[in-house]
């Protein structure tokens, strides 16, 4: 693991325990984003996993029904004894057992997903049709975005279709005729 993924992942381990104990449903959502930054960069699957996670707790945390469940004491306590076993396995760069720990935290919810339905589950699709469209405002392909995240395209491009997030003025980049320049100046002796 990237040493920069790996302190970034660090820091939102921090941050995330504090939110959970809150139920802080838009600090939550907003964690998920600062992991997709090393995501799209780096390719990385530990920081989708983590940000997919952290979006589902926001989701979950948005349902006052699920809050008020006896089961969501024991969820909340069973996601951060894992959330403190990743963050100790990523200062050890054991980054096996930080994979360990994430497959954990998506099995708990799946576990709280069969007391309530399909809800959890559609929380998890969501969630990665949702970071997967913030990963494609950075500019990746939709087909780079969907094999990144274990999504059918078709999943994504539904999605993408209903926002206006291919509707929006791309940055002004580098021009085609700057790029060919570079190019050709990397090639010439």
């Known amino acids: 693991m990237d040493k920069e993924v790996q302190k ?10 504090p939110l959970l104990k809150q139920e802080d449903v838009i600090g939550l959502k907003m964690l998920s984003n600062e992991t997709l930054h090393n995501a799209s ?9 983590i940000s997919i996670t952290i979006f589902s707790f926001s ?10 469940h006896p089961g969501c004491i024991e969820f909340k306590t069973k996601i951060t004894k894992e959330l403190k076993g990743a963050k100790i396995a990523i200062e050890k760069s054991e980054e096996e057992h930080f994979h360990k720990h994430i497959k954990r935290m998506f099995k708990i919810i799946a576990a709280f997903e069969k007391k309530f339905g399909m809800y959890i589950t559609a929380v998890l699709d969501h969630a990665k049709i949702k970071k997967g469209t913030r990963i494609y405002e950075h500019g990746f392909s939709s ?3 969907a094999q990144l995240l274990g999504i059918s395209r078709w999943e994504l491009l539904s999605y993408l279709g209903e926002t206006k ?6 940055s002004a980049g580098v021009s085609t005729k ?3 320049a570079l190019t050709r100046s990397l ?3």
């Open 8 to 17: 970034d992942i660090l820091a939102v381990l921090t941050k995330v325990q």
């Open 143 to 145: 087909g780079a975005v």
């Open 41 to 49: 960069i780096f390719q990385d699957h530990d920081s989708i996993s």
């Open 178 to 180: 700057s790029r060919m």
């Open 165 to 170: 997030v291919s509707d929006k003025e791309k």
């Open 59 to 68: 989701k979950i945390f948005n349902q006052p029904r699920l809050c008020k």
């Open 187 to 189: 090639f010439s002796i």
